[in-house]
């Protein structure tokens, strides 16, 4: 399974981005695809998740700025991000699970400027 990330950039603080990850390959059990992320200097985190069953779940520091969505038939999984802060910059990286476990994209990087 490979996981290729687009629509990172630099954004002024309160602006918008638009992250897509595209999967290829065999999926074999699809569970869930997320949206992490990194920033200098701190480990990786949790962005927001959607399940199969279409449930989502939001890191609290994103909740109702961030919106996950997805599209099945293309594998596609998308990180709507408004409102945009200095703290959200980072690299942004997707992640699909499935049977064999979990598959990462190479990041993208996302940068907001004061």
């Known amino acids: 399974v490979q996981l290729v990330e687009s629509g990172g950039g630099l954004v002024q603080a309160g602006g918008s981005l638009r992250l897509s990850c595209a999967a290829s390959?065999?999926?074999?059990?699809?569970?869930?695809m997320g949206w992490y992320r990194q920033a200098p200097g701190k480990q990786r985190e949790l962005v927001a998740t959607?399940?199969?069953?279409?449930?989502?779940n939001y890191a609290d520091s994103v909740k109702g700025r961030f919106t996950i969505s997805r599209n099945n038939t293309k594998a596609l999984v998308f990180l709507q991000m408004n409102s945009l802060k200095p703290e959200d910059t980072a690299v942004y990286y997707c992640?699909?699970?499935?049977?064999?476990?979990?598959?990462w994209g190479q990041g993208t990087q996302v940068t907001v400027s004061s």
């Open positions: 992640k699909l699970n499935e049977f064999r476990g979990d598959y």
């Open positions: 959607i399940t199969r069953a279409g449930s989502t």
């Open positions: 390959g065999t999926i074999l059990g699809f569970n869930s």
